[in-house]
Nanobody, 123 residues
């Protein structure tokens, strides 16, 4: 399984970004996919997840209303739309996959990870 994120960069506060995660190497219909982020000196934090089979979504309260997670089944690609960006959103954003298909908050429960994409929000 390979996960490759893209779409990060430098953005001004109040702006938005669309992150992509291209997934390959497996059929992901039974997987649970998620986006995490990790800021310097902080733990890796769950942001949003989606069950690939039925696109049921889950969001953490800290970002709910500002992020949208989605999948493009035809392209095997996961997306995260992030809006109203704040400087405190600055972090490396990762996509992750769990073959169990189950919703987990803990990064320890995810088997596959991308390399991450840096998002920097300037004030």
């Amino acid at each position: 399984v390979q996960l490759v994120e893209s779409g990060g960069g430098l953005v001004q506060a109040g702006g938005s970004l669309r992150l992509s995660c291209a997934a390959s190497g497996r059929t992901f219909n039974s997987y649970f996919m998620a986006w995490f982020r990790q800021a310097p000196g902080k733990e890796r934090e769950f942001l949003a997840g989606i069950r690939w089979s039925d696109s049921h979504t889950y969001y953490t309260n800290s970002v709910k209303g500002r992020v949208t997670i989605s999948v493009d089944n035809a392209k095997n690609t996961l997306f995260l739309q992030v809006g109203s960006l704040k400087p405190e959103d600055t972090a490396v954003y990762y996509c992750a996959a769990s073959p169990s298909g189950t919703y987990y908050l803990s990064p320890l429960r995810y088997t596959y990870w991308g390399q991450g994409t840096q998002v920097t929000v300037s004030s």
